[in-house]
């Protein structure tokens, strides 16, 4: 009962109410993998200084178990209020996380992790109460929202980046929890490896926000076939490994749908603790 009086104390006393607008009514706040990164001192030669004509003679060959991470998330309410005089935004929201191993030597697909979880956070100084909303229709069920703390500014676009981080943070927990040291497994992570993630997580960035490489380097990603890749450079104030590639098959090119020449360049990302030498990019 008290920790009930407390959470309708705090929501009375601070006066905060949903945005009158639909989430949608901007564009989508779309918090991207590398805009907040600052510019990179990047080595493009720590594989090989011939970009002209490079093509890498390593053969492929995949691991037998490949695990992968992935999540969604949604700005479910907009708030706005606050004490007194000050406006703060906050956000209700709902993330999910997810990991599919798969295990080549079957074949076979499965789902072994599956985390949907509610948060809410305001943006600023302003901490949040973990709150429950009744479901409608006579339904003794509740959506617990949990309190998260946030480092955003007080801003609306504080909203978008609370959910983001929080649910950056749900993957980086399922990466620690299903990745095994086997060296016949790889796991591989949605998106750039933002904190300390093992030596056989790869980050898979499907979104070009940020050029990397100056121009005579980054000319090659106009070259490339499906299946080929650049080589390696490094990112030093990541401490990451990356190369870009281009996806699909021969059947499926660009050029053949109709697309751009950039179409289907993914880049990918590695730790700089593993021995690149010894790695060489024999997976991907």
């Not at 997810?98 to 809410?120: N, W, Y």
């Amino acid at each position: 009962m008290l920790e009930d009086n407390y959470v309708s104390n705090f929501w009375r006393s601070h006066n905060f109410r949903l945005e009158p607008w639909g989430n949608d009514y901007e564009p989508p706040i779309q918090i991207s993998e590398e805009l907040s990164l600052s510019e990179s001192d990047v080595n493009p030669i720590v594989e090989t200084d011939n970009w002209d004509c490079f093509e890498s003679s390593q053969a492929r060959s995949l691991p037998n178990h490949l695990i992968f991470i992935d999540g969604r998330r949604r700005l479910d309410a907009a708030l706005v209020g606050g004490d007194g005089n000050t406006i703060t935004y906050g956000v209700f929201g709902t993330i999910a996380v997810g990991a599919v191993v798969v295990d080549r030597t079957i074949p076979k697909a499965s789902c072994i992790e599956i985390d949907v979880r509610r948060v809410l956070g305001f943006g600023g100084e302003q901490d949040a109460v973990s709150t429950p909303i009744p479901c409608p229709l006579g339904s003794k069920a509740e959506l617990l929202y949990t309190a998260i703390k946030s480092n955003q500014p007080n801003t609306p676009e504080a909203r978008g980046a609370i959910v983001q981080n929080a649910m950056l943070a749900a993957e980086e927990q399922l990466v620690s929890k299903v990745n095994v040291k086997n060296a016949d497994t790889l796991v591989i992570r949605d998106g750039a490896l933002r904190y300390e993630s093992p030596t056989s997580t790869l980050g898979y960035i499907k979104t070009m926000h940020k050029q990397y490489l100056s121009e005579n380097y980054a000319a090659l990603l106009w070259k490339l076939l499906p299946g080929q890749r650049t080589p390696i450079f490094h990112i030093k104030d990541r401490s990451q490994y990356s190369w870009y590639l281009k996806s699909g098959d021969s059947q499926h090119s660009a050029q053949q749908l109709g697309y751009h020449d950039l179409h289907g360049i993914v880049r990918l990302e590695l730790s700089s603790k593993i021995d690149i030498l010894e790695f060489r990019l024999k997976a991907i």
